[in-house]
Nanobody, 125 residues
Framework: VQLQASGGGLVQAGGSLRLSCAAS????????MGWFRQAPGKEREFVAG????????VYADSVKGRFTISRDNVKNTVYLQMNSLKPEDTAVYYC???????????????????WGQGTQVTVSS
């Protein structure tokens, strides 16, 4: 399984970015997906998750109302639309695939078995 994250960059506070994560190697449409992030000196944290159909999503409180996770099961891609970005959103963002097929959305990183390489998001004040 390969997950290729892209779309990161440098943006001013209040701006927007859309991250993409292209998946290959197994039946994408039967696995939930998630986005995590890790800031310098901090542990990796859950950002958002989506189930295999896209009908259920979960967000960290810190991004709720600003970020939107979605997926396209034809393109085998999961997205993270990030609006109203804040300097504290600065981190490396990782996409990940849930370990079990047809599973619920998980906040726990241990429930994910494959990870993308990460894409840097930097928000300037």
């Amino acid at each position: 399984v390969q997950l290729q994250a892209s779309g990161g960059g440098l943006v001013q506070a209040g701006g927007s970015l859309r991250l993409s994560c292209a998946a290959s190697g197994r039946s994408f449409s039967t696995y939930g997906m998630g986005w995590f992030r890790q800031a310098p000196g901090k542990e990796r944290e859950f950002v958002a998750g989506i189930n295999w159909t896209g009908s259920s999503t979960v967000y960290a409180d810190s991004v709720k109302g600003r970020f939107t996770i979605s997926r396209d099961n034809v393109k085998n891609t999961v997205y993270l639309q990030m609006n109203s970005l804040k300097p504290e959103d600065t981190a490396v963002y990782y996409c990940a695939s849930v370990r079990r097929r047809f599973a619920s959305v998980w906040r726990d990183s241990g429930e994910y078995d494959f990870w993308g390489q990460g894409t840097q998001v930097t928000v300037s004040s």
